[in-house]
């Protein structure tokens, strides 16, 4: 059963006492990318994967807070864009 875009989620937890992350997702893409770096799986169907991340896993995880501008801080971007696209 395919989930609603608005209930796609991916949640990623580091555990301290075991030393590995943890993975549960129902968000497609993500589903694809981590299947192949999985070690222990609890749980994989077709719209969800859950498990612990083997060792081997050479990859990182990002997470960043989106930035809000304010108009004069996106002026002044959109002119250092067009500056250096030579505009």
């Known amino acids: 059963m395919k989930l609603p875009r608005s209930e796609q989620e991916t949640i990623v937890i ?3 006492e075991v030393g590995k992350w943890h993975i549960d ?4 893409p993500h589903v694809r990318k981590y299947t192949p770096a ?5 749980e994989k169907t077709q719209d969800r994967l859950a498990g612990w991340i083997s060792d ?3 990859g990182s995880f990002m997470t960043r807070k989106r930035k809000i501008l304010t108009d004069e801080q996106r002026q002044h971007v959109g002119e250092q864009l067009r500056k250096a696209r030579g505009l």
């Open 56 to 58: 081997e896993f050479s």
């Open 38 to 42: 999985m070690g222990e799986i609890e």
């Open 14 to 16: 580091f555990d301290v």
């Open 25 to 28: 997702t129902t968000y497609p």
